[in-house]
């Protein structure tokens, strides 16, 4: 069936010989005619060929306006529509950073920060008189405790879950192959690892949900057999436990039967064209102690890799029902993936998307606040996840405990999303989230592979230069000292006194006066995730 979407293409090539019949009755109408319609039948075809512009191998010639109103946008949104600031989900200012850091594009800025620094809730880092002098940006941290002997050096910053299926194969292609010219890791989401993940080369992150794709028995359940054998690739790094996930915490999910092809059937470990199940609790266990004896069980399997869990912090009695087993049972993490409900590359029903899980800051300071007052986070390194896209986003984290961070939609711009928001419908414009070839093509991965280690690189030197202004050696060295927060019109706080912060090992003297803790600490069991009474 011919697209519609090229009908602007056939239309100027069909004008091209209604103008020559025209010329035989009124020449000089007929030549501009047929001169236009031959200049837009060439931009076209350009369009349609050219590597660069996913849209336009999509939408020749019509997604022209799209860039036309780019153009005179300043005047356009200065006058008639939002600012550049106003996030739905992402500002455009927000966008057109990652842009200009995916195509090497200097990201300078005239004429002065465009934010209101007298809003309430406005933050900034505090710079030192001594600034430091670094040699790289590539920063690393070391992951897996004294259980793994296959430890990883890790970049701070790396790509977040995002699955074949949920994405294309191009748009999976391009981030792995990305990875691995930049030297940071893919996370493979939880459609587990598919030959478009291998033909990149690059690192990854397999994450394991309650679906068990890629290591799963035909009804359903953990397969120790298939997971030891996709574990012991090269490629894979470390294994990740998803628990749940920012865009739909305690929401399973369903893949239909149709859009499973080949290709998706082959790296889950399902039947073509049957229904893809991901049940909305695990079934390998079900107390917070089974899950440390799990995790102990995974790291065995695959020789000794790092083996951590993801979650979107829910009801605080389940977590700190966990970090009391990683305690009693001394099989800790080797890192725990914070996810913030605002994450959102995952399709989900609006009352999800809304409303069901805690933020990143508030779930990343519980974490890190437990695992502090339990003397073991020392133990675990902490990684964030959830609408985070520049240095300053990276640098906020730090200071309020996190170790690294992932990036899923960040990197999903660099490859050429436009924020078009059907990423469900299989229409995306950019090829980015669909399964339909005729989309997914457009998205050429020579060029678009490059794009991300070039985000990945500027955003790295921009941190280097942040954490130079400071003062520091490394972003893990930045505390909440150092992050400012505006709390009205004359009063000015940092992070360290705006929030509430236990002492190592605070949590361990039977007395828990952190209102955080006061209220649901007692009732937390490291025997059982239910509310103990």
């Not at 076209?44 to 660069?52: A, I, K, M, R, W």
């Not at 399973?252 to 909305?280: F, H, M, N, Q, W």
């Not at 390998?284 to 020789?303: G, H, I, K, M, V």
């Not at 469900?424 to 457009?442: F, I, L």
Request: hydrophobic share 40%.
């Amino acid at each position: 069936m011919f697209p519609l979407r090229y009908s602007p293409l056939a239309l100027v090539i069909f004008l091209v010989p209604v103008g020559l019949a025209v010329t035989l009755y009124h020449p000089i109408w007929g030549g501009l005619l047929t001169v236009l319609a031959m200049a837009l039948s060439a931009l076209g075809l350009f369009d349609l060929t050219q590597p660069h512009s996913s849209v336009l191998r999509n939408y020749p010639i019509s997604a022209r306006l799209r860039f036309l109103l780019e153009t005179f946008r300043p005047e356009i949104r200065q006058y008639f529509v939002e600012s550049d600031q106003d996030a739905t989900p992402f500002s455009r200012e927000q966008r057109a950073l990652v842009y200009r850091r995916a195509k090497g594009i200097d990201g300078l800025r005239a004429f002065g920060t465009q934010l209101d620094v007298e809003k309430l809730g406005h933050e900034w880092l505090n710079h030192s008189m001594q600034p430091a002098h670094l040699p790289s940006h590539d920063f690393r941290i070391k992951i897996g405790g004294e259980g793994c002997t296959k430890p990883y050096d890790s970049s701070v910053l790396n790509i977040s879950g995002m699955s074949y299926g949920a994405l294309s194969p191009t748009a999976i292609e391009a981030l792995n192959k990305g990875a691995a010219m930049g030297g940071f890791a893919h996370t493979t989401g939880e459609g587990s690892i598919s030959r478009y993940h291998r033909a990149g080369g690059g690192d990854l992150v397999w994450q394991i949900a309650s679906g068990y794709f890629g290591c799963r028995n035909p009804d359903g359940s953990f397969s120790e057999e298939k997971f030891r054998e996709n574990a012991g690739s090269d490629q894979v790094k470390m294994i990740e436990v998803k628990l749940s996930q920012g865009a739909k915490p305690g929401h399973g999910g369903i893949l239909p039967g149709a859009k499973v092809t080949e290709a998706i059937a082959e790296a889950r470990g399902v039947k073509l064209g049957e229904d893809c199940i991901s049940p909305s609790t695990h079934s390998a266990f079900s107390t917070p102690l089974e899950l440390c004896a799990f995790l102990q069980r995974l790291r065995e399997l695959s020789d000794g890799k790092p083996v951590g869990i993801k979650l979107c912090v829910g009801h605080p009695w389940e977590w700190f029902a966990l970090a009391k087993a990683f305690a009693q049972s001394g099989l800790s993490p080797d890192f725990i993936t914070v996810d913030g409900a605002e994450g959102g590359t995952g399709a989900a029903p609006a009352e999800f998307a809304d409303h069901f899980g805690a933020p990143l800051r508030e779930g990343l300071m519980l974490v890190h606040n437990t695992l502090l007052g339990l003397g073991i986070r020392d133990r675990t390194k902490i990684i964030v996840s959830g609408k985070l896209v520049s240095a300053f986003d990276i640098c906020r984290m730090f200071a309020l405990g996190a170790d690294g961070c992932n990036m899923a939609r960040g990197f999903m711009f660099a490859i050429g999303c436009i924020q078009a928001q059907a990423c469900h419908s299989g229409k995306c414009p950019t090829g980015v989230t669909t399964q339909d070839p005729g989309r997914y093509r457009a998205l050429v991965v020579n060029d678009k592979y490059q794009r991300v280690a070039k985000f990945h690189a500027n955003t790295m030197h921009a941190l280097k230069e942040a954490v130079e202004a400071s003062g520091l050696q490394h972003p893990r060295d930045l505390t909440p000292h150092h992050l400012m927060i505006r709390v009205n019109s004359r009063e000015v706080r940092s992070a360290a006194s705006q929030y509430l912060w236990l002492e190592p090992g605070g949590l361990l003297g039977g007395d828990v006066t952190h209102p955080a803790f006061a209220k649901y600490w007692d009732h937390a069991k490291a025997e059982s995730f239910a509310f103990a009474m």
